[in-house]
T-cell receptor, first 115, second 111 residues
Framework: GAGVSQSPSNKVTEKGKDVELRCDPI?????LYWYRQSLGQGLEFLIY????????KSGLPSDRFSAERTGGSVSTLTIQRTQQEDSAVYLC?????????????FGPGTRLTVL | LAKTTQPISMDSYEGQEVNITCSHN???????ITWYQQFPSQGPRFIIQ???TKVTNEVASLFIPADRKSSTLSLPRVSLSDTAVYYC????????????FGAGTRLFVKA
């Protein structure tokens, strides 16, 4: 079946502009995660959604970052007034449930470059 | 306090066995230990998972001691294509599950 998909694959924007990154999880997966990975660094957790529960936003670096998940499926990560330090690869993952047993399936990522 | 601790990098040669150890002192009773592999320009992918003792699949083995405060990923006879970053992922240890991957271990396999 189809895996996790993300769009766009690459995004170049100017400092101060808003960007929206999209994630389509695997059908039936109730948990969805967003991570950020700067060049040569590990994964930085941003936010996760589990079913209809309130999302865990504890990893969002500032109030310029927000995310929503509509209908328990597609998710959008929005970055307002982008800064150069926001440049990174943004990875989305989904899993059947949010726990340490169910593996996370990752998408190919969106490479964001803020000029 | 870090949730997991791994070596930053390791070097090996083709055909050797590689063992990467991860420390997770605060692992909770119900938590599983999962290892992921990430190649450049790709998202991480699942390698192996275990709860205790030893688990083996077609890719790797995972050794977990009785106290479960650490785990060792064993890659038999590595090849150049095993060059990647390896992450271990465990629960938070306080009843919740935090998806903290950490910095991972960069494995370089040389010819």
């Amino acid at each position: 079946g189809a895996g996790v998909s993300q769009s766009p694959s690459n995004k170049v924007t100017e400092k101060g502009k808003d960007v929206e990154l999209r994630c389509d999880p695997i059908s039936g997966h109730t948990a969805l995660y967003w991570y950020r990975q700067s060049l040569g660094q590990g994964l930085e957790f941003l936010i996760y959604f589990q079913g209809n529960s309130a999302p865990d936003k504890s990893g969002l670096p500032s109030d310029r970052f927000s995310a929503e998940r509509t209908g328990g499926s597609v998710s959008t990560l929005t970055i307002q007034r982008t800064q150069q330090e926001d440049s990174a690869v943004y990875l989305c993952a989904s899993s059947l449930l949010h726990d340490s047993y169910n593996e996370q399936f990752f998408g190919p990522g969106t490479r964001l470059t803020v000029l | 306090l870090a949730k997991t601790t791994q070596p930053i990098s390791m070097d090996s040669y083709e055909g050797q066995e590689v063992n990467i150890t991860c420390s997770h002192n605060n692992i909770a009773t119900n938590d599983y230990i999962t290892w992921y592999q990430q190649f450049p320009s790709q998202g991480p992918r699942f390698i192996i998972q275990g709860y205790k003792t030893k688990v083996t699949n077609e890719v790797a083995s995972l050794f977990i001691p009785a106290d479960r405060k650490s785990s060792t990923l064993s890659l038999p006879r590595v090849s150049l294509s095993d060059t990647a970053v390896y992450y271990c992922l465990v629960g938070e240890g306080t009843g919740g599950f935090k998806t903290i991957f950490g910095a991972g271990t960069r494995l370089f396999v040389k010819a």
